[in-house]
Nanobody, 123 residues
Framework: QVQLVESGGGVVQPGGSLRLSCSAS????????MGWFRQAPGKEREFVAV????????YYGESVKGRFTISRDNAKNTVYLQINSLKREDTAVYLC????????????????WGQGTQVTVSS
């Protein structure tokens, strides 16, 4: 069992920034690849970013490259998502997930999910 709890969402103006956090407990966090996804109303869940167990490898979705940064602190069992230069189309529920096996970019490869944190970009 893994419990994931996201925080840090909110309402921000276009061009603003937020830092999302995902706190993990349960399965050994330090050996687990972690990902962030997002889901907007009426849309499919979209891959945002993934980070390897030691932080040595990161990958990003095309729509967030250059604006979002994923990082982790294994001592704190926490993964972060720094989101900058926010656009209205970034509005979504952001979810963190623990990778199990397979394609990093597919939500079906993740077996534990948090409840999500809402990010709303609005002026």
């Amino acid at each position: 069992q893994v419990q994931l709890v996201e925080s840090g969402g909110g309402v921000v103006q276009p061009g603003g920034s937020l830092r999302l956090s995902c706190s993990a407990s349960g399965r050994t966090f330090s050996t687990t690849t972690m990902g962030w996804f997002r889901q907007a109303p009426g849309k499919e869940r979209e891959f945002v970013a993934v980070i390897s167990w030691n932080g040595g490898r990161t990958y990003y979705g095309e729509s967030v490259k250059g604006r979002f940064t994923i990082s982790r602190d294994n001592a704190k069992n926490t993964v972060y998502l720094q989101i900058n230069s926010l656009k209205r189309e970034d509005t979504a529920v952001y979810l963190c997930a623990a990778h199990r096996v397979g394609n990093y970019f597919s939500s079906s490869s993740y077996d534990y999910w948090g409840q999500g944190t809402q990010v709303t970009v609005s002026s």
